[in-house]
């Protein structure tokens, strides 16, 4: 079992910056990809962002250039750092740790966090 739980959520104007994050608890976080997925009002949840095991990184274009995730293995905290922030960026985050096959693939995660909101004014 792994438990998750996402912070750093808040209400920001467009053009600002929020940092997520995810402490996990449970089984060996270091041998997992974790992902971070957003499902904004009335929509599929979507793929963010992922980090494998290795630190290899992986983004929908939507936020490359704009978004960086980041692992601690030794605190067991995944991070998501929004620059540039979009009115469409407003959803729930969601962070996820995998259970292998791909990093884009949201049936391929086994355990979820419950969320956090992050809303962008315009």
């Known amino acids: 079992q792994v438990q998750l739980i996402e912070s750093g959520g808040g209400l920001v104007q467009a053009g600002g910056s929020l940092r997520l994050s995810c402490a996990a608890s449970?089984?060996?976080?270091?041998?997992?990809?974790v992902g971070w997925f957003r499902q904004a009002p009335g929509k599929k949840r979507e793929f963010g962002a992922a980090i494998s095991r290795t630190g290899g990184t992986y983004y929908v274009d939507s936020v490359k250039g704009r978004f960086t995730i980041s692992r601690d293995n030794t605190k067991n905290m995944v991070y998501l750092q929004m620059n540039s922030l979009k009115p469409e960026d407003t959803a729930v985050y969601y962070c996820?740790?995998?259970?292998?096959?791909?990093?884009?693939?949201?049936?391929?995660?086994?355990?979820w966090g419950q969320g956090t909101q992050v809303t962008v004014s315009s």
């Open positions: 996820a740790v995998s259970g292998g096959g791909s990093v884009y693939e949201i049936d391929e995660y086994d355990y």
């Open positions: 449970g089984r060996t976080f270091s041998r997992y990809a």
